[in-house]
């Protein structure tokens, strides 16, 4: 049976400010916009968080309750 290997994409970006936005462009478009992001903010204090896919090679990472400052933000996607 043909299981499809998933290409999986990671990288890291910044953002500022108690709440937010960043749109991420991948490297590589995925065949749709069927695939998976997961995301961390790498500092405290610890944010809500969540992704948003756009297009094929487009997503929003948005946060609120990050606190102030310049925040990094971390990304892993999965998809075909």
Do not use: K
């Not at 499809?4 to 478009?29: E, M």
């Not at 297009?55 to 075909?80: A, D, P, R, V």
């Amino acid at each position: 049976t043909f299981v499809a290997q998933p290409v999986i994409q990671y990288g890291r970006t910044t953002g500022s400010g108690n709440n937010g936005t960043v749109t991420v462009t991948l490297p590589t478009a995925y065949s749709n916009t069927g695939y998976v992001v997961q995301v961390t903010m790498g500092d405290a204090p610890p944010a809500q968080m969540c992704a948003t896919v756009v297009t094929s090679n487009t997503f929003n990472i948005e946060w609120s309750s990050g606190g102030s400052g310049t925040h990094t933000l971390f990304w892993t996607t999965f998809g075909t």
